[in-house]
């Protein structure tokens, strides 16, 4: 069973930095792009952010250019978004999403939670 | 960046009853685009890609339609479990990939 668990959500200040990971278990997503999604609350899904299988391409929505970034090792089947200068409106459920051969949202994790307050 | 409005936000219904919810593009998109279910505290699940392809363990009641600009999702026949918030989202120019903003079904 394939299965996708993100770490790593916080209660952090305006300004501050935060790290998400998303660890993979049931199969190897080195092949696939891997992407981050968030939900503001009470809002609809926005995407955030998408790296390619080998990590040569990353790809990010204007909200969050400069300020996040995505990686992966794919030794270890895990997938992160480094994110810093974090602002209000970045709270948010962030979820972890693999992309399949057609490209689309596949396979979700349950989500972890990110809030922006002083 | 495209665009895509989702009709109605909310559809309330019934069991058995037949669902259709629109999804429309701001330009051509082909046929690449997907659907998703979600349900409260819940992740999103992918029911339907490249506008009308069931995704693996879709119950046959979900069919999907359409190309270019304009996009149906249908549900034969309600059941209990199938209220929730549905989004459509494309992929044909990417990025940024884009989600609607969601119908409500609600029974």
């Known amino acids: 069973e394939v299965q996708l668990l993100e770490s790593g959500g916080d209660l952090v200040q305006p300004g501050g930095s935060l790290r998400l990971s998303c660890s993979a278990s049931g199969f190897i997503f080195s092949n696939y792009h891997r992407s981050w999604v968030r939900q503001a609350p009470g809002k609809g899904l926005e995407w955030v952010s998408s790296i390619s299988g080998s990590g040569g391409g990353t790809y990010y929505a204007d909200s969050v250019k400069g300020r996040f970034t995505i990686s992966r090792d794919n030794s270890k089947n895990t997938l992160y978004l480094q994110m810093s200068s974090l602002r209000v409106e970045d709270t948010a459920v962030y979820y972890c999403a693999t992309q399949g051969a057609q490209n689309y949202f596949d396979f979700w994790g349950q989500g972890v939670l990110v809030t922006v307050s002083s | 960046e495209i665009v895509l409005t989702q009709s109605p936000a909310t559809l309330s219904l019934s069991p058995g009853e037949r669902a259709t919810l629109s999804c429309r593009a701001s330009?051509?998109?082909?046929?690449?685009l997907a659907w998703y279910q979600q349900k409260p505290g819940q992740a999103p699940r992918l029911l339907i890609y490249d506008a009308s392809n069931r995704a693996t363990g879709i119950p046959a009641r979900f069919s999907g339609s359409g190309s270019g600009t304009d996009f149906t999702l249908t549900i034969s026949s309600l059941e209990p479990e199938d209220f929730a918030v549905y989004y459509c989202?494309?992929?044909?120019?990417?990025?940024?990939?884009?989600f609607g903003q969601g119908t409500k079904l609600e029974i």
């Open positions: 330009q051509s998109i082909s046929s690449y």
């Open positions: 989202q494309q992929r044909s120019n990417w990025p940024p990939y884009t």
